[in-house]
């Protein structure tokens, strides 16, 4: 049996890169940014109009023009016009690109216009007020998003707007998700007093949905005969295979033993922690690595979180996130000499400060209580009696 930071330190060694490939970029929400992405003009590309108003040469304000004639009306995409006197001006709409003759933007609050003519109500203004300059947030050929981060609808935004149709992403590994057990049934289907619905493989299908990974679903009776069969038919198709149930001590558990007849080898079975004590990790030798999780639900999702998230943002070269810590909320006691993942409901208090109220549940079979928490925090297993006040890490599963 392994400790979780020998576990986490095991199966971080092997990560691996899967390569890069071109991805549409409306279809890349959640991948990781392979390269980066550089503007393809000045941002903005032209001094541009931030109020509807009109544009005037601020010359003519500082001689004591304080009316002005409205030669034109210039909206956003118009090429611009220009005033052929100091006491003209262009009738202008947010967006538009400003006219070389003018340097001042002045808004519609501040005018009585009547009769094509704009008189101003303030004896205040600023020469280049309300004018976003060109270049003023990137210039052409400055990256505007570093490589290996989440693509957010903000790098959507930014590739579609430097004309970037085509997104260089991480390639994400062929994964498939298997579960295994008499127990369970299709999700459709109504189970008897002693049966239960799939539904580990499918939380764990949405999760790595978060990255764009649309892993394949399999499901093996307890049977050695099958699971020796789809096993290595796995093995030869798929670059990451996740197991829910068959890794603990009961007599129907064959998990274990087939991985080793199909020359998995094991890097460890078993860690010290609560839940997912059961937890097997492996790797064949043609590179398949294999997460092999307890079948309760809660140990399934935690050890997911724990393990195979932070592996796969690894192999992703997903930039490091600093390691995201909270206050417990409340005394809490645990007496096992395990690493306890308590489940806890994450808030915020109005210092700004992450507050962690523990619902522990009712074991690791208790997955509504996952519902009602958003987080695990990862109490040592030196530590029996945990304080309010006292700072842990947790791992984010849920909305803040």
């Not at 541009?48 to 004639?69: C, K, Q, Y």
């Not at 008189?119 to 280049?128: A, F, N, Q």
């Not at 670059?239 to 603990?248: D, H, K, N, P, R």
């Amino acid at each position: 049996m392994v400790t979780v930071a020998e576990a986490d330190k095991i199966i971080l060694a092997e990560s691996r890169h899967y390569g890069m490939e071109g991805i549409p970029f409306d279809s890349a929400l959640g991948r990781v940014l392979a390269t980066g992405i550089v503007a393809d003009r000045d941002q903005p590309p032209g001094n541009r109009v931030t109020m509807d108003g009109i544009a005037i040469n601020f010359d003519a304000f500082a001689n004591g023009v304080r009316e002005f004639r409205i030669r034109a009306t210039q909206a956003a995409g118009d090429s611009p016009i220009n005033i052929g006197a100091p006491e003209e001006c262009i009738e202008i709409m947010t967006g538009a690109v400003l006219p070389a003759t003018t340097d001042t933007i002045i808004r519609y609050e501040d005018l009585d216009i009547k009769d094509q003519k704009a008189t101003l109500l303030v004896e205040s203004i600023t020469r280049g007020q309300n004018i976003h300059l060109q270049g003023k947030d990137k210039k052409k050929e400055d990256r505007v998003a570093a490589p290996h981060q989440r693509i957010t609808p903000a790098i959507v935004h930014m590739a579609a707007s430097v004309g970037l149709t085509t997104l260089s992403v991480m390639k994400l590994p062929r994964t498939v998700i298997i579960s295994s057990g008499d127990e369970l049934v299709e999700v459709d289907k109504t189970p008897s007093d002693f049966q239960v619905r799939m539904s580990n493989n499918h939380s764990i299908k949405a999760v790595l949905k978060h990255y764009g990974l649309q892993a394949a679903m399999l499901y093996i009776p307890d049977n050695p005969g099958a699971i020796d069969r789809k096993l290595e038919k796995c093995l030869q198709e798929f670059e990451v295979i996740l197991l829910s149930g068959g890794v603990s001590m009961g007599k129907f558990d064959y998990i274990p033993q087939a991985l080793e007849k199909l020359s998995v080898k094991k890097h460890f079975h078993k860690v010290k922690q609560k839940p997912g004590k059961p937890f097997w990790f492996g790797k064949h030798s043609n590179g398949v690595v294999v997460f092999a999780f307890p079948g309760n639900p809660v140990s399934t999702f935690m050890c997911l979180h724990r393990y195979f998230l932070p592996w796969l943002e690894a192999s992703l070269q997903l930039d490091n996130r600093l390691p995201l810590y909270a206050i417990l909320n409340e005394d809490f006691t645990f007496n096992a000499p395990l690493q306890y993942f308590l489940q806890v409901k994450i808030q915020a208090d109005e210092k700004g400060m992450l507050l962690a109220t523990p619902l522990e549940g009712n074991g690791s079979g208790d997955y509504a209580n996952l519902l009602d928490t958003n987080a695990f925090m990862e109490l040592p297993a030196e530590v029996n009696v945990f304080r309010k006040g006292d700072v842990y890490r947790v791992w984010r599963f849920g909305e803040w």
